[in-house]
């Protein structure tokens, strides 16, 4: 059973920042959590990951609550590209967890 | 580089038949997946391998089987196809099972229909 708790779907104007959040409250403390996204019926597609700092990359930032048990993904500025599934995972050793997502439309 | 290739892209096959789904990657990852994606839902992994000669279950294996012979290929196997094994398959690899370099690079799938 996934072990990530997302929003099922959300929407955002295109050039505003969406803000995607998800539970993870079972996540040890070693280990990583993971943003995909999954556009149409493509193989998902890496965004980023952190462990416990807020992270940045050319595609997003992550925002990891103190407890470790949150975590907020955030697309600067939205663009109708960005309309895809967005997982939040939670990994256990080997094994990553993917819940069933959110599902983010960009609105023009 | 391809990445990750995946054949076939679509098979349509009757109860109780076998086939093997076909995966390699020329990333020279150490780490190979194969997981499961059914309507509306995540993805679930099937079996996962840590190298040549080496396979583990993931969440969903009954029914399925793996080998590694090569750090390249991870061909996942279907014994006696059940109309539950219908879903889209998808392969990845990745660079090692810890550590922060564990992103994953997924195949397109193979769409895969049991009747």
């Known amino acids: 059973d996934a072990k990530t708790t997302q929003p099922p779907s959300m929407d955002c104007a295109e050039g505003r920042a969406a803000n995607l959040p998800c539970n993870h409250s079972t996540i040890s403390g070693n280990e990583y959590v993971y943003w995909y996204r999954q556009i149409h019926s493509q193989g998902p597609q890496y965004i980023i990951h952190g462990l416990k700092n807020n992270e940045t990359n050319e595609m997003a930032s992550l925002i990891i609550t103190e407890d470790r048990k949150s975590s907020t993904l955030i697309l600067p500025h939205a663009t109708l590209r960005d309309t895809a599934v967005y997982y939040c995972i939670e990994t256990t050793g080997n094994q990553f967890y993917f819940g069933t997502g959110t599902s983010l439309t960009v609105i023009p | 580089n391809a990445g990750v290739t995946q054949t076939p892209k679509f098979r349509i096959l009757k109860i109780g038949q076998s086939m093997t789904l076909q995966c390699a990657q020329d990333?020279?990852?150490?780490?190979m997946y194969w997981y499961r994606q059914d309507p509306g839902m995540g993805l679930k992994l099937i079996y996962y391998s840590v190298g040549a000669g080496i396979t583990d279950k993931g969440e969903v294996p009954n029914g399925y089987n793996v080998s590694r012979s090569t750090t390249e290929d991870f061909p996942l196997r279907l014994e006696l196809a059940a109309p539950s094994q219908t879903s889209v398959y998808f392969c990845?690899?990745?660079?090692?099972?810890?550590?922060?370099?564990?992103?994953?690079?997924f195949g397109p799938g193979t769409r895969l229909t049991v009747t």
């Open positions: 990845a690899s990745s660079y090692s099972g810890g550590g922060p370099r564990r992103e994953q690079y």
């Open positions: 990333m020279n990852h150490n780490y």
